[in-house]
Nanobody
């Protein structure tokens, strides 16, 4: 069993910042990568950012030019992954899901709501 618990979502004004956290626990001995996806109403789930156990990062197409290498980070000792989001826009409103890849299997958290609104 693998458990992923997200935190840090909420309501923020346009231009504001949020930091999401995800804690992984359980059978995570072969954790390959962790990351964040998001799903807005009526849209498909999309990749926001991911980071491998070796520290390589990958960002979704809609994040290109907005997120930098430092936006996603991890604490290997605590099995935590963070997503720092700055200059948020209303179109960033979505449910953000933590994802973990363990031996080619995907695991998901329950999601945390991020709402960007004035």
């Amino acid at each position: 069993q693998v458990q992923l618990v997200e935190s840090g979502g909420g309501l923020v004004q346009p231009g504001g910042s949020l930091r999401l956290s995800c804690a992984a626990s359980g059978s995570i001995f072969s954790l390959n990568a962790m990351g964040w996806y998001r799903q807005a109403p009526g849209k498909q789930r999309e990749l926001v950012a991911a980071i491998t156990s070796a520290g390589s990062t990958n960002y979704g197409d809609s994040m290109q030019g907005r997120f930098t290498i430092s936006n996603i980070s991890k604490d290997n000792a605590k099995n935590l992954v963070y997503l720092q989001m700055n200059s948020l826009k209303p179109e960033d409103t979505a449910v953000y899901y933590c994802n973990a890849v363990i031996v080619k299997s995907d695991y998901w958290g329950q999601g945390t709501q991020v709402t960007v609104s004035a």
